[in-house]
């Protein structure tokens, strides 16, 4: 697992990587010149398989994040819920 401090970092790791993420846990808003929805956005146009969740509280752009078929995890939420998740769409070891 990965963690970035912006959303511009996650994009430029994913883009040089090679491969795909296993799954992507992005914040709405994050800073930088892009932000999670943009970040959701590009991962769906390079890989509509990878597996999304936002984390967010109500936002305009929910509906956008609908149509990219990405999981939304309204704020403030428990551990157990994002782990609950996480479990769920997580390509499984093999």
């Not at 999670?36 to 929910?62: N, Q, T, W, Y």
């Amino acid at each position: 697992m990965r963690a970035f401090e912006s959303a511009d970092l996650a994009w430029q790791f994913i883009q040089q990587s090679g491969y795909p993420p296993r799954l992507l846990i992005t914040d709405l808003r994050m800073p930088g010149h892009i932000d999670g929805l943009e970040l959701a956005k590009r991962l769906r146009d390079a890989d509509a398989e990878v597996p999304i969740v936002v984390a967010s509280g109500f936002h305009p752009a929910a509906r956008e994040l609908h149509s990219l078929n990405v999981h939304w995890l309204i704020k403030p939420f428990e551990i157990e819920q994002l782990h609950t998740i996480c479990k769920k769409l997580a390509p499984q070891p093999r």
